[in-house]
Each structure stands twice: as structure tokens, then as C-alpha cells.
């Protein structure tokens, strides 16, 4: 995670996170930390809120019955976490997600489990309609407390060079 201290006054900072256009280097790779302990309730809260029925993700006894024995975390909040998780690292000074591909899910995540993710710089190059920006592409993975893939994916974001970010036009 990139931390960088801005004066705003006399003995007094301001902290900001995040990556310029010009901080990433293609093959770098950046561990996403804190990590995130999933809980039964995480879990039963996101599949209320995304309207998601399936009872792998909130029927105790029904998960009983499946191959994993009880219940599942639901595959998008495992995704959005990962996405969340990537934020200081990777986009905290986009100006635009351009688009998420290649998602792939590849093991179960379970209420008590810990996710981590780390992100490795694919791509960048200058954006040829925005001079003051630069197009980065990044590949996500996800990994339990164990070490297992859990997911990944491709993200690419519209990322503000130096001087051209929202944090330079208002006092943020």
C-alpha cells in the first residue's frame, strides 16, 4: 500500500493513499493487507442485499446435503471483497473501472475463513484520448488462510497521472 503525507498546514498532515499512473511498474506485485475474517452473518447480510435466494449461502440444514457439507460465501461477495481489499493499492486514484474479465472462481470460501489478495501489474500504457490519465491492468487473486486460490481476475482502471487527480483540484 503506497502512503504518502501531504502538508496542509503548520505541524499538521493529511495522509493519501494510492498509486499514480507512474507508480506501477508491469510484473510488480502488491499484497492487499488487512486481510478479511468472513462471518456467518457477512455472508447472510450480502445475500439479502443482492437479492440472492440460492440456500447454499444462508440454509445451514440444505448446505448439509451438498458436497461441502455446510454453507458457502456467496461467489460475489468473495469478489467484491477482493475488489475492495485492492482499493489502496491499485485504485484509489482512478478515475474509471473500465472492466473486470476473466473471473474466475475456483475455491469455496466459508464463514470463518480469512481472505487475502494481491494484485500483479499486467499492462499500462498512456490513454490516448486523456493526457493526464493511463490506462493499468491488473490480475487480482484471492487467497484463504491456507494459502488456496480462492479466485481471481482481470481489472482494468483508467488511473490519473501526477497533477491531474481530484486530490489536486480540491482540498481532499
Not at 12 to 30: A, C, M
Amino acid at each position: 500500500m503506497v502512503q504518502n503525507t501531504k502538508t496542509v498546514g503548520e505541524n499538521r498532515y493529511r495522509e493519501s493513499f494510492g498509486r499514480f499512473y507512474e507508480d506501477f511498474k508491469v510484473g510488480d506485485i502488491y499484497e492487499h493487507r488487512p486481510g478479511r475474517t468472513i462471518s456467518e452473518t457477512d455472508n447472510t447480510w450480502f445475500t439479502l442485499l443482492t437479492m440472492n435466494t440460492h440456500p447454499m449461502h444462508f440454509d445451514a440444514e440444505y448446505a448439509k446435503e451438498s458436497e461441502f457439507g455446510k454453507c458457502i460465501v456467496c461467489s460475489p461477495f468473495t469478489v467484491a471483497l477482493m475488489v475492495g481489499m485492492s482499493v489502496t493499492d491499485v485504485s484509489q486514484k482512478a478515475i474509471a473501472n473500465l472492466g473486470w474479465t476473466d473471473i474466475k472462481l475456483t475455491h469455496p470460501l466459508f464463514a470463518g475463513d480469512t481472505l487475502y489478495a494481491e494484485s500483479e501489474v499486467l499492462d499500462k500504457r498512456e490513454s490516448s484520448s486523456r493526457p493526464g490519465a493511463g490506462i493499468v491492468t491488473v490480475k487480482t487473486t484471492g487467497l484463504n488462510q491456507d494459502g488456496k486460490i480462492v479466485g481471481v481476475f482481470s481489472r482494468t482502471m483508467l488511473i490519473a497521472k501526477r497533477g491531474h487527480s481530484v486530490e489536486d483540484k480540491v482540498n481532499y
